[in-house]
């Protein structure tokens, strides 16, 4: 079964410098979320959005958007990069709003230098 | 704030023992989910429980939710190596979309 596609896999940055990680849900998945994890913790929620529009914000720095496009497909769009934004950034897919079982893509790993 | 404590956050037991984690709040979900998660992976949902009282079994996984939907539980009868990884609980938490999870249980069976 096709799961959730995150590209890059990894992903270097410098200070200050902009990043953007993409998400392709589950086919037929219509709610797209993002959560950041730091080393040894456990995901936060940053973000979702439910037919192209954001259902739900949790702790997303004012430096951070994201959007949804008619494919369905995610984006978060990191600014001004900062030491403690290096983390692995997960996106996660379901059917419908309001429905809590997420599938999860195998994460985005950024690195701030 | 919903809040979803596991218990214990770590775990080291031997090849063909049994285990149990706990995962407990204060607070009443509508449903829980029990992920497990491999080094620099995507957690990997392997049961979602929604009736209070309920008990799903996956081969040699039990889980439970709690009668009161507050709790759950997962139990692994004759642990093997493969079921090392961390195993995280989550749930809906206030708003209509974002997982709210817990600290998560580092289990390491050893052979």
């Given at each position: 079964?096709?799961?959730?596609?995150q590209s890059?896999?990894?992903?270097?940055?410098?200070?200050?410098?902009?990043?953007?990680?993409?998400?392709?849900?589950?086919?037929?998945?219509d709610?797209?979320?993002?959560?950041?994890?730091?080393?040894?913790?456990?995901?936060?929620?940053?973000?979702?959005?439910?037919?192209k529009?954001?259902?739900?914000?949790?702790?997303?720095p004012?430096?951070?958007?994201?959007?949804?496009?008619?494919?369905?497909?995610?984006?978060?769009?990191?600014?001004?990069?900062?030491?403690?934004d290096?983390?692995?950034?997960?996106?996660?897919?379901?059917?419908?709003?309001?429905?809590?079982?997420?599938?999860?893509?195998?994460?985005?790993?950024?690195?701030?230098? | 704030?919903?809040?979803?404590?596991?218990?214990?956050?770590?775990l080291s037991?031997q090849?063909?023992?049994?285990l149990?984690?706990?995962?407990?709040?204060?607070?009443?979900?509508?449903?829980l989910?029990?992920?497990?998660?491999?080094?620099?992976?995507?957690?990997v949902?392997?049961?979602?429980?929604?009736?209070?009282?309920?008990?799903?079994k996956?081969?040699?996984?039990?889980f439970?939710?709690?009668?009161?939907?507050?709790?759950?539980?997962?139990?692994?009868?004759?642990?093997?190596?493969?079921?090392?990884?961390?195993?995280?609980?989550?749930?809906?938490?206030?708003?209509?979309?974002?997982?709210?999870?817990?600290q998560?249980?580092?289990?390491?069976?050893?052979?």
């Open positions: 079964a096709a799961g959730v596609i890059p896999r990894h992903l270097i940055k410098e200070k200050r410098e902009t990043a953007t990680l993409k998400c392709y849900p589950i086919p037929r998945h709610t797209v979320y993002w959560y950041q994890q730091g080393p040894g913790q456990d995901p936060q929620f940053l973000i979702s959005f439910y037919e529009m954001q259902s739900d914000k949790g702790s997303i004012d430096r951070f958007s994201a959007q949804q496009f008619s494919d369905y497909h995610s984006e978060l769009n990191m600014s001004s990069l900062e030491l403690g290096s983390a692995l950034y997960f996106c996660a897919s379901s059917f419908g709003q309001g429905t809590y079982e997420q599938y999860f893509g195998p994460g985005t790993r950024l690195t701030v230098t | 704030t919903q809040l979803l404590e596991q218990s214990p956050q770590f037991i090849e063909g023992e049994n149990t984690v706990y995962c407990n709040s204060s607070s009443v979900f509508s449903s989910q029990w992920y497990r998660q491999e080094p620099g992976e995507g957690p949902l392997l049961v979602t429980v929604v009736t209070g009282g309920e008990v799903k996956l081969k040699r996984l039990t439970q939710f709690g009668d009161a939907r507050k709790d759950s539980s997962l139990h692994i009868t004759a642990a093997q190596p493969g079921d090392t990884g961390l195993y995280l609980c989550a749930g809906e938490g206030r708003g209509a979309q974002k997982l709210v999870f817990g998560g249980t580092r289990l390491t069976i050893n052979p």
